[in-house]
């Protein structure tokens, strides 16, 4: 029943780099979008950044210009290149992927999650 499965999370010092990955149990191209959320100690979860079906991505201020999502069909993979990290990135990352729902009655966007990783930035 599981549908995203994150990897990859690590302590990492300041500067430095890490690569998250995001296995998906079908064709990430039957998703309408995926990206990838975090939460930090005493916060709520917040908008990382996403990628569409046709390939667009958005970013989050925070992390425009360090962070960079590609995907792999083959393996059924997003992943998350994270560079220049900083403390401030210290947090749980969170896989997410959105499908449409479609009923006799409705038309209704789905979100699957993976169960998080840890990302801890030192100095």
């Known amino acids: 029943q599981v549908q995203l499965v994150e990897s990859g999370g690590g302590l990492v010092q300041a500067g430095g780099s890490l690569r998250l990955s995001c296995a998906a149990s079908r064709s990430i191209f039957s998703y309408d979008a995926m990206g990838w959320y975090r939460q930090a100690p005493g916060e709520q979860r917040e908008l990382v950044g996403v990628?569409?079906?046709?390939?667009?991505?958005n970013y989050a201020d925070s992390v425009k210009g360090r962070f960079t999502i590609s995907r792999d069909n083959a393996k059924n993979t997003m992943y998350l290149q994270m560079n220049n990290l900083k403390l401030e990135d210290t947090a749980i990352y969170y896989c997410?992927?959105?499908?449409?729902?479609?009923?006799?009655?409705?038309?209704?966007?789905?979100?699957?999650w993976g169960q998080g990783t840890q990302v801890t930035v030192s100095s």
């Open positions: 990628i569409t079906n046709g390939g667009t991505t």
């Open positions: 997410n992927a959105r499908e449409t729902r479609r009923t006799p009655w409705s038309v209704t966007p789905y979100d699957y």
